[in-house]
Nanobody, 117 residues
């Protein structure tokens, strides 16, 4: 089992920045990859960025250059630095951890990001 807790969301003006954090606990040694997803009202949940256990990253094409995913030294914490935020970035942001050994994706409870124009 993996537990994920997000933090760092909030209200920011367009052009501003936010840094989201995700703290993982439990069987973190089994995590193959972690990622950030977001879901805006009335839309499907979409991938924002992902990072593997060996540090390889992947981003949604539309977000490259504005968002940066990273992991802490202990690998039980993941971050999402979001710059030049736009109103279209408004969504609930979810932390995800993938454990291939049990073919399971774990999710956090989500953190709200609201960007005002």
């Amino acid at each position: 089992q993996v537990q994920l807790v997000e933090s760092g969301g909030g209200l920011v003006q367009a052009g501003g920045s936010l840094r989201l954090s995700c703290a993982a606990s439990g069987s973190i040694f089994a995590i193959n990859a972690m990622g950030w997803y977001r879901q805006a009202p009335g839309k499907q949940r979409e991938l924002v960025a992902a990072i593997t256990s060996d540090g390889r990253t992947n981003y949604a094409d539309s977000l490259k250059g504005r968002f940066t995913i990273s992991r802490g030294n202990g690998k039980n914490t993941m971050y999402l630095q979001m710059n030049s935020l736009k109103p279209d970035d408004t969504a609930v942001y979810y932390c995800n951890a993938n454990v291939k050994a049990v073919a399971t994706n774990y999710w956090g409870q989500g953190t709200q990001v609201t960007v005002s124009s």
